[in-house]
């Protein structure tokens, strides 16, 4: 794509920020970075947790290859020592995280990078890009798919976002619950299931509608889908159940008022006896047009716009932030809690944390506890973060469907209103407990 | 990135159509697509064509290597027919479009491509993830450099989108009238400069924000930029120009009430002496934000999330739609003008199509005029569709700042309400002609 390695995914003023902690011998101070969010988009009762597995990906492949470094010297960004610095660049710290596809609240720690400054600071934008991104379009999913019930719902989204996003937004709706996806990258890159239908484009290619729809069925058989919108729907349902018998597989709807004419199509259909014929519908829909149609005779669902886009909030608010340091290179002296403190807001709980998910008597989520200090003997169980990365190796990495199972669990354990479309307050408020020395 | 080439940035049904068309004998029809838009985002008045320059790298880029073969072998998505296919193929068609930066409205056939069936069917996805996305970030970045005035505008949002979407978006700011962005990667891949400041996590790591600004100052020089938000704004003010002397280059406010703080800051620097060093805000700016603070003494905004999310519009909504094909294999059969005719909306105009932007007696343009047949001889000089691929071959390409500077020649052409912020209409309406035979 152009792009060597993830090094380059990264703003300017880490490798500033570098070079000015070298000279000033600050830069092997053991540092704890953490990323939170402060709120969740307005509304919104939980968030997800997604691409954590490409977080790992990217400190694995973070290098500075030697193109990249001349780029860096040739722009007079950053001077020869720290050019010698990144030139053996391999993170070799801890992070520790929320496992992906947990569920998240304003000031979850979910996710803790600790090393040198001088490695940890490389990792912000590449990691926030990421999360942000993979979190957003994983939080829509979740609520599409509470919305959708049971029916399987299909990821068409590539077209309405940049094409690798297209990829990432694949496998995030695919932990939030979505079944399969049209995107052929996605599943060559991460083993999603792939599905197709078919285009307006096949249907007025064809001196007829019959023509397109006996050709479609001819190549791929009668389990295929048929899109039945391009003319007069009745005449090609119709149409559909002659060419391709009542063992049709499916036929798609793009347009109009999906309630009314799935319940006119699915009439139709079982009087011609395609009993089995599925119903898919496709046109812009999102989680309140997906409950709205609950009642509606329809077999899954075909999402595209609103999920690449977040439903309306297509970026998490996540930040990385120093939380903690030592005062000098001694990776085993004192870490000194730091954070923000100017009257301008944004400010934050400096200290390096801990967090827990207290159920109650049901065993029903009730609060998220975030602490720094020792974590209080009752909650030792119900701790969040697990271990991703130990001493630069990658340790947490895990199949996709363990993801999106740990999605649905977590989404479960959570009040009922979670899942209400409505919007709300985060479903369970988020406690903070300090420790004695803050850290 | 794990994606071999740009051959899968397709849905599934682009292949098993054309699967289908091969079986059928339809898959070497002359075939007619166009990228057009039905509407703009709401209240805007003007859309921003980008992504041209790299729908030409992805269509030159566009084959199916073995492993992408084998892919599709392995998960029977197509026949060895249409796999011996895909192993050839290379676009050795023809697309035409409105120039990179252009303005668009409704109706506006922003890109045309023609070729077999074959060949044109693959190119949906990629072309619309492209257009889509780019066009997006770019309309937003030319509202926000409208609302600047001439102040510089820095791209700041890689962390609030995917981590190449975010090289993509830089690319579209700077078309859109950014100056500048903090990506290096857009830097590396698009030659855009790039710049940075420093980051709360700096002056944190230090035992005390004058040990930070001292570190800065040492070894980047007196022209950085230093962040005076972390603690108490006044006080960091007089100790940057305490540390730097009045030669400091810049101070960037992060938090609180920008407008306020703006102020206070430049008496401050005033009175210090530091009468030549500028003020960078940040802090989740978009349009609006920037032009309420025309009146206050800012040099340069630098924009994240608002930018890269589109500023409420993350996505533009054109499709790509077969317009006009033959009815044989024979490219020199006559067009048939096609188009989806049901009662469900989404219908649109067959036929291939010119487009021409009609200037009143000012040179102001007055209206979009979008056509089939012959283009009136009083339009002929106003048309907007160029050449950028011809046979297979690329031939639109051109370096980025010309794009840009074509967009601020676009914009400045269109009625002065154009760049009004508030909600509206498109600026100039989009006039329809038919020709005789509708192609």
């Known amino acids: 794509m152009g792009v060597p390695s993830t090094a380059l995914f990264t703003d300017q003023y880490e490798l500033t920020m570098l070079q000015a902690a070298l000279k000033a011998g600050t830069a092997e101070r053991h540092s704890v970075f953490e990323v939170?969010?402060?709120?969740?988009?307005?509304?919104r009762r939980y968030g997800v947790v997604a691409g954590t597995g490409r977080v790992l990906d990217a400190v694995e492949n973070l290098h500075f290859d030697e193109d990249v470094l001349d780029f860096l010297r040739e722009r007079n960004i950053v001077d020869e020592e720290t050019l010698d610095r990144l030139a053996g660049y391999r993170f070799s710290g801890d992070i520790w995280g929320y496992p992906e596809g947990e569920v998240y609240f304003p000031g979850s720690p979910i996710m803790r990078v600790e090393g040198s400054f001088a490695e940890c600071v490389l990792l912000e934008t590449v990691i926030l890009s990421i999360l942000n991104h993979d979190s957003a379009i994983a939080a829509?999913?979740?609520?599409?798919?509470?919305?959708?019930?049971?029916?399987?719902l299909i990821e068409m989204g590539a077209r309405r976002t940049h094409e690798l996003a297209a990829v990432a937004a694949a496998r995030a709706a695919y932990i939030g619950g979505f079944a399969t996806t049209s995107d052929l990258a996605a599943g060559y890159r991460y083993g999603i299931p792939t599905v197709g239908t078919s285009a307006h484009a096949f249907t007025l290619l064809h001196d007829s509608e019959r023509d397109a729809f006996r050709a479609q069925v001819d190549s791929l058989g009668r389990g295929t889908t048929l899109l039945v919108d391009t003319y007069d729907v009745a005449e090609a349902v119709r149409t559909?159940?002659?060419?391709?018998?009542?063992?049709?597989?499916?036929?798609?709807?793009?347009?109009?008022?999906l309630l009314l004419v799935a319940h006119r199509v699915r009439q139709q259909l079982d009087e011609l006896g395609a009993t089995d014929t599925r119903i898919i519908v496709t046109s812009d829909l999102d989680e309140y047009a997906i409950a709205s149609l609950a009642a509606a005779p329809v077999d899954a669902y075909g999402v595209g716009t609103q999920l690449v886009t977040g439903?309306?909030?297509?970026?998490?608010?996540?930040?990385?932030?120093?939380?903690?340091?030592?005062?000098?290179?001694?990776?085993?002296?004192?870490?000194?809690?730091?954070?923000?403190?100017?009257s301008g807001g944004k400010t934050s709980m400096g200290g390096r944390k801990w967090a827990a998910r207290r159920p109650d008597a049901d065993g029903v989520a009730e609060a998220e506890v975030v602490g720094t200090g020792p974590v209080p003997a009752e909650l030792a169980g119900h701790q969040l973060l697990v271990e991703l990365v130990k001493g630069g190796e990658v340790v947490g990495r895990e199949p996709l469907d363990a993801v999106r199972d740990r999605h649905t669990a977590a989404r479960a354990?959570?009040?009922?209103?979670?899942?209400?479309?409505?919007?709300?307050?985060?479903?369970?408020?988020?406690?903070?407990?300090?420790g004695p020395s803050g850290n």
Chains 1, 2 share one sequence.
């Open 36 to 43: 939170f969010t402060r709120r969740l988009p307005e509304g």
């Open 140 to 152: 829509a999913a979740s609520r599409m798919s509470s919305a959708a019930g049971g029916r399987p």
């Open 240 to 257: 559909a159940v002659e060419v391709a018998g009542p063992e049709l597989g499916a036929v798609r709807i793009d347009s109009g008022d």
């Open 311 to 342: 439903s309306g909030h297509p970026t998490g608010s996540m930040v990385y932030k120093l939380v903690a340091r030592t005062g000098s290179a001694d990776p085993h002296a004192p870490l000194v809690p730091v954070a923000k403190k100017s």
């Open 413 to 434: 354990g959570l009040p009922l209103s979670a899942t209400q479309l409505s919007r709300g307050e985060p479903v369970i408020p988020t406690e903070y407990v300090r």
